[in-house]
């Protein structure tokens, strides 16, 4: 099956890279989400330079795609097949994964409705059928969480929590939780919720004394006081009920792609919220599906539906067969500046594991 699939995707995709089964670490470890950081197998050479078990395609891909983007900047179409390698708490560590990369594209549509297609056709000519397919978008749902003006660091939890449901609702949950925190320090915590900025300087100061410790021996008083009342200011601030039921609406659509941008501006107009440039890219994409050929009917959008690796910033792709996953991938512009490229490169792509999609035949 695995041959099968990369005859088919390497007609879509022409282009070459080498990757290694050994690979050096840092990058999936500075780059990648925590899950698959937990799952990578490490290895360190007798000169100490660590390397991991390939435990994934996409990061070796755009490695090598930085590293030549000054020979040719042209767009590039990698197919790839092989073994990655994943620690897992029952059975095999060993996987036959199958995909494509498209990076270098600036027309973000043409190369995400292409990637979907080529998703759809390469399962179809394994001979399987019934295949789902499940969209998502990140940028809308951070356009949602900006529309509510959060603290800033609230704000971030809530987009890196995107396509774990259950964290999201526990975080809502949190924000909505109407009992006043506090960690005992009463006399700092009350400085710092009245927003005393030079009281707390001297409060602070004045225990740094008493424990005889320098301010050059670390953060200096002003800072440590700048952001006792900053955490506080976030630990106090409580999402109205309004908002919360806006969030959770939102990431409860979940509808076939036909009636999905009918859906997204009727839920724009009852709440007042402008998705903006977001919004058009989905519109514009959603009509070039269509143009494409692609069956919507087949195709949800899921407005929760995520990744748990941290480079995602736009579309998400999930395709399913009889409810299994056997298939996902997204668009994620910023990692091959995450991997020291200099210039912003478009970049999406999908994952089909081999091993799913023979026991789900």
């Known amino acids: 099956m695995l041959e099968t699939l990369l ?28 899950d698959l950081r937990r799952r990578i197998f490490i290895t360190e050479s007798i000169d100490g330079v660590v390397h991991c078990l390939r435990p994934e395609f996409t990061i070796p891909i755009c490695l090598h795609h930085v ?52 998703l759809d056709t390469s399962l179809s000519n394994t001979g399987v059928e019934d295949v789902q397919i499940a969209l998502g ?42 009992s006043v925190k506090t960690n005992g320090a009463r006399e700092a915590e009350e400085l710092a919720l009245a927003g005393d900025v030079v ?70 107009d009852e709440t007042g919220l402008t998705f903006g440039l977001a919004g058009k890219e989905f519109f514009r994409r959603a009509a070039a599906m269509e143009a494409a050929g692609l069956d919507l009917s087949r195709i949800t959008y899921k407005a929760s539906l995520g990744r748990n690796l941290e480079y995602y910033t736009g579309i998400l792709i999930e395709a399913s067969i009889g409810g299994v996953v056997v298939a996902g991938g997204g668009r994620y512009d910023r990692l091959c500046g995450l991997l020291g490229s200099r210039d912003a490169i478009p970049a999406v792509g999908f994952s089909i594991s081999v091993d799913r999609l023979g026991e789900a035949k």
């Open 137 to 178: 978008d990140q940028k809308l749902f951070a356009v949602v969480v900006e529309s509510l003006q959060l603290p800033p660091a609230i704000a971030r939890r809530l987009v890196r929590s995107f396509g774990a449901p259950a964290l999201v609702e526990a975080q809502i949950e949190r924000l909505t939780d109407k």
């Open 199 to 268: 009281g707390l300087v001297e409060h602070v100061a004045g225990k740094m004394q008493a424990a005889n410790l320098a301010a050059q021996t670390g953060r200096s008083p002003q800072a440590i006081a700048e952001r006792m009342i900053d955490k506080m200011q976030e630990s106090q601030f409580q999402l109205d009920a309004k908002s919360a039921d806006l969030l959770r609406r939102y990431l409860a659509m979940e509808i076939p792609m036909v009636r999905a941008p009918e859906a997204l501006k009727g839920f724009a």
């Open 7 to 34: 005859t088919n995707l390497r007609r879509v995709a022409p282009d070459e890279a080498e990757v290694d089964i050994l690979q050096p670490a840092d990058p999936f470890l500075e780059t990648a989400g925590e």
């Open 67 to 118: 590293a030549n983007a000054g020979v040719n900047r042209s767009a590039k179409r990698y197919a790839y097949g092989g073994t990655v390698f994943r620690q897992a708490r029952r059975g095999t560590s060993e996987f036959l994964q199958a995909g494509l990369e498209d990076l270098g594209n600036p027309d973000r549509v043409e190369a995400d409705v292409a990637c979907i297609l080529d």
